[in-house]
């Protein structure tokens, strides 16, 4: 009885540091794709906290829905 208790521990054990270590390759996976596909020509992390505020890369948006551009 002792046997199956500690290999009932081990087996949850084990699944549930699987599961930590999927979700953290899943979220690695999702950071990186995000930051390479839909933000291609982002700068990345290098200058962060003052990146948000930049005129040309900033969170600001140039244009608004009801602002057209001049070409």
Do not use: C, Q
């Not at 699987?18 to 200058?47: C, K, S």
């Amino acid at each position: 009885m002792v046997r199956r208790l500690n290999r009932s521990k081990v087996l949850g054990l084990s699944a549930f540091v699987f599961v930590l270590l999927l979700l953290g390759f899943v979220d690695y996976l999702t950071i990186y794709h995000l930051w390479r596909g839909f933000f291609p020509e982002w700068d990345g992390f290098m200058n962060l906290p003052f990146s948000l505020f930049d005129e040309e890369i900033g969170i600001r948006p140039k244009y608004f829905v009801w602002e057209i551009p001049d070409i």
